[in-house]
C-alpha cells in the first residue's frame, strides 16, 4: 500500500513561505552541519510529490538537488515539456493527489513525500498523509502562506516525538489518525 509523508519547515507562526512565495528566511536559517533527519527521512522515499509552486520555488535556488524522481502536480505545466537539464529527474502531471498516488502505486511506490502547502493539505483532505515531521524554525514572518489551511473535519494527530537542535529548531513528529 502507498502512503505519504510529510517533512516540512514552517515559521513559528506556522508560514512556509512568504505571501510573495520566497523561502529565503528559510535558507538563512540553514545550519550548516546540523543534522535535521532529512537524509534519514529520505532514504526510504521513493517519490517526491509537489505542486508547482513548490516547484518553482526550488528550481529557483540554483542546481537541482533532489535525488529521487519528483511529479509536480500541475494543471498548468501538464502540457509542457520538463526543462531539459530535469529531464528523467521531473515528471509534470495534471493528475488529481488520488489519481497520482493510484499511478505510483501502480509504478511499484510505496512511500511518496509529500511537498508543498496546498499539496499537504490537499492529500491531508484526503487521507493520504501517514505521518509528519514539522521543525519550527524561531522565526515570525506574521503573514505568508500557511503549512495548513481550513479543513472541512478535524485531524487527529499522535505525537510521536520532539527534539530541538542548538540553532533553536524545534522539531515535532506526528502520525495522522485515519
Known amino acids: 500500500m502507498i502512503t505519504g509523508h510529510v517533512f516540512i519547515a514552517t515559521s513559528l507562526d506556522g508560514f ?11 535558507l538563512q536559517h540553514d545550519q550548516a552541519g546540523e543534522d535535521h533527519g532529512y537524509d534519514t527521512f529520505i532514504r526510504d522515499i521513493d ?3 509537489m505542486g508547482r509552486g513548490t516547484f518553482e520555488a526550488v528550481r529557483g535556488l540554483g542546481d537541482w538537488f533532489y535525488n529521487r524522481p519528483v511529479l509536480v502536480l500541475s494543471s498548468t505545466l501538464a502540457n509542457q515539456a520538463v526543462p531539459a537539464e530535469l529531464d528523467g529527474k521531473v515528471r509534470f502531471t495534471g493528475k488529481s493527489p488520488s489519481e497520482a498516488m493510484a499511478m505510483l502505486e501502480a509504478e511499484g511506490c510505496r512511500r511518496v513525500y509529500v511537498d508543498g502547502g496546498r499539496v499537504i493539505q490537499s492529500f491531508l483532505r484526503l487521507g493520504m498523509v501517514s505521518d ?12 505568508g502562506r500557511p503549512l495548513f489551511g481550513g479543513v472541512q473535519r478535524d485531524i487527529a494527530l499522535t505525537h510521536t516525538g520532539t527534539r530541538s537542535f542548538p540553532s533553536g529548531l524545534v522539531q515535532s513528529s506526528y502520525t495522522v489518525m485515519q
Open 47 to 49: 517519490v517526491i510529490v
Open 132 to 143: 509528519m515531521v514539522i521543525t519550527r524554525v524561531p522565526l515570525l514572518l506574521g503573514t
Open 16 to 26: 512556509i513561505a512568504r505571501e510573495n512565495g520566497e523561502i529565503d528566511w528559510l
